[in-house]
């Protein structure tokens, strides 16, 4: 099982980037996929969830800003963010959850580290 996040980097504020998750080595159609962010010091919080059905749920702090999709035909995951701000830098984590016969199957990617400048 692996969950491969790219597309971060430096940008200024206002900026926009897109990150992507390729995933492989479980169903991915099947999983809820989710982007979750964690700046330095703080802890781990969710901005966005796909589910398998594509339903779509945010953060309120990021709704309007950052748009997630999935395309399960290439197996991966987007966050597009948008209007970045510095507040948004952040080591950025996508994850994939499924509930299986009452067991909970959860994996984690390694995260890609999002830097906006003021």
């Known amino acids: 099982v692996q969950l491969q996040a790219s597309g971060g980097g430096l940008v200024q504020a206002g900026g926009s980037l897109t990150l992507s998750c390729a995933a492989s080595g479980f169903a991915f159609s099947d999983y809820g996929m989710g982007w979750f962010r964690q700046a330095p010091g703080k802890q781990r919080e969710l901005d966005a969830t796909i589910t398998p059905g594509g339903n779509i749920n945010y953060a309120d702090s990021v709704k309007g800003q950052f748009t997630i999709a999935k395309d399960n035909a290439k197996n991966t995951v987007y966050l597009q963010m948008n209007s970045l701000k510095p507040e948004d830098t952040a080591v950025y984590y996508c994850?994939?959850?499924?509930?299986?016969?009452?067991?909970?199957?959860?994996?984690w990617g390694q995260g890609t580290l999002v830097t906006v400048s003021s």
């Open positions: 994850n994939a959850v499924r509930l299986r016969i009452g067991i909970p199957y959860i994996y």
